[in-house]
């Protein structure tokens, strides 16, 4: 039944589309709320953040690939390091093990105009002043 | 997605190779074991993605070993993830799509023989 596999006992197992859009409006609000707040770079998370721009950068050397350096993107907390191409190709995959550390996430996936794109995600490039 | 094992398709491949380098060249059985580790990493991997297939080539030349994964998009969010395993005896990744919903990805091993004598 719970094709979603779900352990939370308010969730009964379906959503509803009302439920879905509360849901993201919910998530949206937090989101607005923690970006509004007055906030401090982190030095250390965007000292992180530029060095896993270098190995990128040194990873994809001659491949083509397009790597781009975005802090602040989409929230001020947030920064992505993109990587698009046709044939993207890492040399010293040995990288990704410093990278694995640092970055909060990373998602391959395939786009409609032929290339793939990569985003290494880093949170906590700021902190809230509390 | 109902596939053969990673590693049996790469010993499959891996022993029409060594027929045809011969006796100067013979395999480095803790090469192999790495390989084999790598597989399994590679097995997660098609199974979290919904892998479709798997393709193994052996460079003639480099004795490279080419391990290629066609799988949907990949998110990876834990720092211990099967991707980073699956990366760890490789010297080179490569990545491309193949459809609007489809990625490949070459996971790059190098040699596992050496030279007999």
């Known amino acids: 039944m719970d094709e979603y596999n779900f352990d939370d006992e308010w ?3 379906e959503f509803e589309d009302e439920e879905v859009s509360e849901t993201i409006l919910a998530m949206a609000e937090m989101i607005n709320e923690d970006e509004s707040r007055t906030s401090v ?7 992180q953040f530029q060095l896993a721009y270098g190995l990128t950068k040194t990873m994809t050397k001659g491949s ?3 790597v781009a350096f975005k802090p602040h993107s989409p929230y001020q907390s947030v920064g992505v390091i993109s990587i698009v191409g046709k044939n993207i190709r890492f040399l010293h995959t040995e990288y990704f093990k410093p990278i694995s550390k640092l970055a909060s996430n990373i998602e391959i996936y395939p786009r409609t105009d032929g290339r793939v794109q990569i985003n290494m995600t880093f949170h906590g490039l700021t902190v809230p002043i509390e | 997605m109902n596939f053969s ?4 398709a790469v010993s499959s491949v891996v022993e029409e190779a060594n027929k045809q380098f011969g006796i100067t060249w013979r395999i480095n059985n803790n090469k192999k074991m790495a390989l084999e580790r790598s597989c399994l990493a590679i097995d997660s991997l098609a199974e979290e993605f919904d892998g479709v297939s798997f393709e193994v080539n ?3 030349i480099t004795m490279e070993i080419k391990l290629s994964l066609v799988c949907g998009e990949i998110i990876v969010k834990e720092k211990d993830h ?6 760890n005896n490789t010297i080179g990744l490569w990545v491309k799509e193949i459809d609007d919903s489809t ?3 070459d996971f790059v091993f190098p040699s596992i023989w050496d030279r007999a004598i």
């Open chain 2, 82 to 87: 099967k991707f980073y395993e699956a990366l």
């Open chain 1, 64 to 66: 083509g690939a397009k």
């Open chain 2, 5 to 8: 094992k990673c590693f049996n």
């Open chain 2, 58 to 60: 052996i460079d003639d």
């Open chain 2, 103 to 105: 990625l490949q990805l």
């Open chain 1, 11 to 13: 969730f009964d197992g």
């Open chain 1, 41 to 47: 770079l982190n030095l250390e998370r965007m000292k």
